[in-house]
């Protein structure tokens, strides 16, 4: 048994959820589809897929058989790739993940010319806050920022930006300007739910903490952003999350002479196994927006 065609076979029926339906994407007939799995099933020894009336259902092994089948197929193609030096062709499907708001300002208008790029290439973005399984939900580059918690993960740091208080034009012209960190206390605050109300700043070696009133808490860079243009009140966030009201003057930063530490912007890969080309090639155009003003 060809080892490599019957693990693509498999991951095909799984992803198509049934015979047939794996037969039309590999140009098969559907008895040939189903011979391959039933020796597959024979040379485990383990039952893969559920029958039933409703199609089919992997197992529980099935389940582990297959995301180890589909990352075993997409380095063998990576292999084939690098050995033909077709780096820079890029083809296939791309599964990226990112931060909604961060994708919506600097990734998303700049995928047109990343597609153009690489004509044969697909690509699937994933948006969400939350830190996801890469694995588990078939991601092949995250975009992710801030401090990385697990040091085994594999990453590469793409840039960073400053962190500010920030607010509008139109919450400061009616709640005054802060001018020192303790003056957050009488302000209004947009507060970060996966983060403490307690903003921490330095200057020549001095370190204040304030805790600040936040009246709304939200659980998305999204809602945060919203509600610093609705007027609200201040926010800590990077010089990224309002780039365009920065660069027209709607939103300002505060405190100027005090620090907060920087944002950093990794793209993280899954690990144990190798970034694809894909995956790496992305990352370089990300890289590369972001230093040049993206």
Same mark, same amino acid.
């Given at each position: ?85 077709? *780096?820079? *062709? ?42 996801? /399984? ?5 991601? /092949?580059?995250?975009?992710?920022? *801030?401090?990385?918690?697990?040091? *085994? ?94 660069? /027209? ?46």
């Amino acid at each position: 048994m060809d080892r490599l065609l019957a693990m693509t076979v498999f991951v095909r029926v799984v992803e198509a959820g049934s015979f047939s339906g794996a037969a039309r994407v590999l140009e098969v007939g559907q008895p040939a589809v189903s011979k391959t799995v039933a020796q597959l099933e024979h040379r485990l020894g383990v039952k893969l897929l559920l029958r039933s009336t409703h199609g089919l259902t992997p197992t529980e092994a099935g389940l582990r058989f297959y995301e180890r089948a589909r990352v075993a197929i997409q380095e063998a193609d990576e292999a084939e790739l690098t050995a033909r030096g077709a *780096g820079t *062709g890029l083809s296939g499907r791309l599964r990226i993940s990112a931060a909604p708001t961060f994708a919506r300002l600097h990734v998303i208008p700049h995928l047109p010319r990343f597609l153009a790029l690489n004509p044969d290439l697909e690509v699937d973005v994933v948006l969400d806050d939350r830190t996801i /399984d890469l694995i588990a939900e078939g991601i /092949d580059v995250s975009l992710r920022m *801030g401090t990385l918690a697990d040091s *085994g993960i594999v990453a590469r740091k793409l840039a960073s930006s400053p962190r500010s208080v920030l607010a509008t034009t139109g919450y400061l012209a009616r709640a005054g300007v802060p001018n020192v960190p303790a003056d957050l206390a009488d302000h209004e605050t947009i507060v970060f739910s996966q983060l403490s109300n307690v903003w921490n700043f330095s200057r020549d070696g001095t370190e204040v903490s304030v805790l600040v009133r936040g009246r709304t808490r939200f659980s998305a860079a999204e809602g945060i952003r919203a509600a610093v243009l609705a007027d609200m009140g201040l926010a800590i966030a990077s010089d990224w999350m309002f780039a365009p009201e920065l660069a /027209d003057g709607r939103v300002l930063r505060l405190l100027e002479n005090w620090s907060l530490p920087d944002i950093d912007l990794w793209a993280v890969f899954p690990t144990g196994r190798l970034a694809t080309t894909k995956a790496r090639s992305f990352a370089e155009f990300v890289e590369d927006v972001m230093q040049n003003g993206g």
